[in-house]
């Protein structure tokens, strides 16, 4: 049985070797598409993940190349990096779609020396959008203050991204007036809606606790018929997800009433927000 085994082992690294002997390149994506809504405000384009693995022999400085469709425009037009044999780098690609795009398919190529990853890039209109329930996804979004630094807008909150990591890389809301209270938050749903369900994220990583950088106490309302009414409070919450449940109502707009964070700093610091 030894020795069969020594035999396999060989055969497994004949085999791994040879598959590497060519000097490549890959292109890769985090997604099979991309889905870009329409009329979103640009501060939130559409993102994906893209990269590049090397299978080549040795190290080197690797080069992909980024062409996206027009009237569509990507964050970058390249994507360079020393890179070592069998390793991949990753990195945010920005898609926007700008006003008067017409909805359907266009074309982002990831092309690398000898290899060419398509991602097709599915333009809907809001009301297309396969939102899984949420119906805060991709809706306007206003708040009362944003932060000066750009990378903290409002719409970050609803472009579909829960994750905290990334943070301070537009994928949150951090307002602007520290130790001051209320912050507000709202999302217009497109129309009256059915909602009974609030889902906040806040900023929650290794490094940025929760329980530490996170909101604390909040109201949820709802706009009913014009009015703000509240449906919901959250108090002492120290986790990064916190779901308010609430008897149904007719809904245009939901909107979060931040009344205080968990101390470091005390601004209001949200990922995202969900309505069903
Ligand atoms: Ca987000």
């Not at 266009?106 to 329930?133: A, F, I, K, S």
């Not at 979060?256 to 309505?275: H, Q």
Request: one cysteine or more; glycine letters at 8%; charged letters at 20%.
């Amino acid at each position: 049985m030894r020795v069969l085994a020594a035999a396999l082992a060989v055969a497994a690294a004949v085999t791994t070797t040879a598959a590497a002997a060519p000097e490549r390149l890959t292109p890769v994506a985090g997604a099979d598409k991309l889905v870009a809504p329409l009329g979103v405000d640009p501060a939130c384009p559409a993102k994906i993940k893209i990269g590049m693995r090397s299978d080549a022999r040795k190290a080197s400085y690797a080069t992909m190349n980024v062409e996206v469709d027009p009237p569509l425009t990507a964050s970058r037009t390249m994507l360079t990096s020393y890179l070592p044999p069998g390793h991949q780098v990753m990195a945010s690609l920005l898609v926007a779609v700008p006003p008067g795009t017409q909805q359907g398919t266009y074309g982002l190529r990831l092309r690398t020396q000898d290899r060419t990853l398509e991602v097709p890039v599915e333009v809907v209109p809001v009301d297309g959008l396969d939102n899984g329930g949420n119906l805060a996804l991709r809706r306007p979004v206003t708040a009362s203050s944003q932060h000066t630094n750009a990378n903290y807008p409002p719409c970050s909150v609803a472009d579909g991204d829960r994750s905290s990591n990334g943070w301070a890389g537009g994928n949150g809301w951090n307002d602007a007036t520290a130790r001051a209270w209320p912050d507000t938050l709202s999302i217009a749903l497109g129309g009256p809606r059915q909602v009974s369900r609030v889902d906040l994220y806040t900023l929650d990583t290794e490094r940025y606790p929760a329980s530490r950088y996170g909101l604390r106490d909040w109201d949820v309302q709802a706009q009913v018929d014009g009015q703000w009414q509240t449906v919901a409070q959250v108090r002492g919450n120290t986790a990064g997800t916190a779901r308010s449940d609430f008897a149904p109502v007719t809904a245009d707009a939901v909107r979060i009433v931040a009344l205080a964070s968990n101390g470091a700093n005390d601004y209001t610091r949200v990922i995202e927000v969900e309505a069903r």
